[in-house]
């Protein structure tokens, strides 16, 4: 069973910077990638940025790209989505994800960001 915890969302002005963390455990067997999405009020959820889980190949979406950064620490056991020159368009419930090679994807239960004008 994989287990993913996130934390560090908030309320933050636009231009200003925020720091997602994801904790995962479990059984990480068959997982190749973990990953942010997000879902904003009346949207669909979306790809944010993904990252391998061996190697440190890297995915954005365009809307976020040149200022959020995907890393993970394999020792703590997280990964983390550091956002900066933060959009009032970027607000949103963001999920940390694990995606396997089969079955469903895994998800965390969601972290609020919001950001004010």
């Known amino acids: 069973q994989v287990q993913l915890v996130e934390s560090g969302g908030g309320l933050v002005q636009a231009g200003g910077s925020l720091t997602l963390s994801c904790a995962y455990s479990g059984n990480f067997f068959g997982i190749v990638a973990l990953g942010w999405f997000r879902q904003a009020p009346g949207k669909e959820r979306e790809l944010v940025a993904t990252?391998?889980?061996?190697?440190?190949?890297?995915t954005y979406s365009d809307s976020v790209k040149g200022r959020f950064s995907i890393s993970k620490d394999t020792g703590r056991s997280t990964v983390d989505l550091q956002m900066d020159n933060l959009k009032t368009e970027d607000t949103a419930v963001y999920y940390c994800n694990a995606k396997p090679k089969w079955g469903p994807d895994k998800w965390g239960q969601g972290t609020q960001v919001t950001v004010s004008p």
């Open positions: 990252i391998a889980k061996i190697g440190d190949e890297t």
